[in-house]
């Protein structure tokens, strides 16, 4: 697996809030049913765009994951702040961003995975019943389409545990498919 490449774009990211940022293989993201469970039954956001039923299955994120030969998992270490939901919001903005610039710069299908759920407005369209406000900034999380976040970082060397407090360090992560 070449990683050269790419490793621009994992400078890139830690350079807009990212704290790592590893080329990995897709094989070694984890999808299973219970996941996506979690987020229909007892997760508070689900009432968006971005979380399911509007997102792809385990089975058809596997099968998105096979079509690909290389990925970027960034890891993103958020202290407890007034300011983390903000600090947040502007690195996921980024990684948005860089989905962009990596199909600019020839790599096509490329597609970005988030970390829970979509922040961008304060009440979703999907509540409304009108279409998604921001479209071109609006990606499912990893959690959405059954991907086991937990597993996937510890299968690639990073660390990830529950949260017992709030005020704690949230380590979140997200998925940026290449080629």
């Known amino acids: 697996m070449q ?5 621009k774009y994992c400078e890139k990211a830690i350079q807009a ?3 790592d940022a590893k080329v990995i293989h897709p ?6 049913p219970w996941v996506r469970f979690k987020c229909l039954f007892g997760c508070p956001y689900k009432h968006r765009y971005s979380c399911p039923p509007h997102t792809p299955t385990p089975a058809e994120t596997k099968a998105l994951l096979d079509s690909y030969r290389r990925a970027i998992l960034f890891h993103v270490e958020a202290p407890y702040s007034k300011e983390r939901g903000r600090n947040m919001v502007a690195c996921m903005d980024a990684l ?8 600019k710069d020839g790599y096509y299908k490329a597609f970005l995975m988030l970390a829970g ?6 009440e979703c369209g999907l509540n409304e019943g009108i279409p998604c406000r921001f479209p071109a900034k609006t990606r499912p999380s990893m959690e959405s389409c059954g991907i086991d976040v937990y597993q996937t970082a510890r299968n690639n060397g990073f660390f990830i545990t529950p949260l017992r407090e709030k005020s704690e360090t949230q380590n979140l992560y997200c998925l940026m498919l290449v080629d």
């Open 96 to 103: 948005v961003k860089l989905e962009g610039e990596l199909f």
């Open 17 to 19: 809030g990212a704290t």
């Open 117 to 122: 759920p979509c922040v961008l407005c304060k």
């Open 3 to 7: 990683l050269s490449d790419l490793e």
């Open 27 to 32: 094989s070694t993201v984890v999808t299973a």
